[in-house]
């Protein structure tokens, strides 16, 4: 009777184990879409700065094109506005917020695929998480292309002004006057006074620019799928921006044809075939295709 009471007692202690596993694994499970999006921003972290001097691409291709002492951007450039609308997409999908659906048996074109969420969980990015809400809550899902031009303002559908982020440029160098990169002072062009945000970090503006410099060319490897994703994606989103010229300016006459060569090479790139290739980010080059179509 002993033995049957110590056998039985075993035995509900064997089940208990295996529900108490069974249930630890889907509380794991459930969390492990979010565990990969954090990881996956930490990895694309840039190692050599400090938390407060890490920058987003929409913040480094504003750098980019922002004039070290007056502080704005060039009054020329009709691009800027949509292409950091692009980086933005481009941040989300590195972080592993948002994805290109799937191609299906028919393959869908880049430009056809939808942009779906992944992961809601912030980012911390005041920008970001309020893009990333827009591309949440609408369905159906909507475009590379729409998403650039609807974040843009460039609708007329006026049931869609809603989702246009305003002032972007401004927001994005307050962040960068918080990071310590930027100050802010105010201009007298005549006619009006002007918010202007001069240069007052340099150390780390140049080491923007030696980093999309050396890209091309101490550190050339000929492959784009080599490259680091997230210095690809700053050359391309700030060719598509009009600003990737202000990085190379600096350079002697022989280094930047050769860094204009290599970058050409880069932008002559099919899109299509690309994000086909082992661990290609499909959403970047669905951007890349938006701005050279």
Partial sequence: MTSLTQRTSGLVQRRTE????????????????????RRGEEEEDDKGDSKETRLTLMEEVLLLGLKDREGYTSFWNDCISSGLR???LVELALRGRVQLEACGVRRKSLLARKV????????GDVLLDEALKHIKETQPPETVQSWIELLSGETWNPLKL??????????????LVEKGVLTTEKQNFLLFDMTTHPLTNSPIKQRLVKKVQ?????????DPHRMD??????????????VLENAFAPLQDEQYDLGMKR????????????STKPNANELMWAVVAAFTK
């Fill in 18 to 37: 295996a529900i108490r596993s069974a249930a630890a694994a889907a509380e794991k499970d459930s969390g492990g879409e979010e565990d990969e999006a």
């Fill in 229 to 242: 994703k997230r210095v690809l994606s700053l050359i391309l989103l700030a060719h598509s921006s009009d």
């Fill in 214 to 222: 050396d890209s091309v060319l101490e550190k050339w490897v000929n």
């Fill in 263 to 274: 970058v050409h090479t880069l932008l002559e790139l099919e899109p299509e075939k690309e």
């Fill in 116 to 123: 779906i969420c992944k992961s809601d969980a912030p980012t």
């Fill in 162 to 175: 809603h989702y246009q982020l305003r002032n972007v440029r401004e927001r994005l160098a307050k962040n």
């Fill in 86 to 88: 692009g980086c933005m």
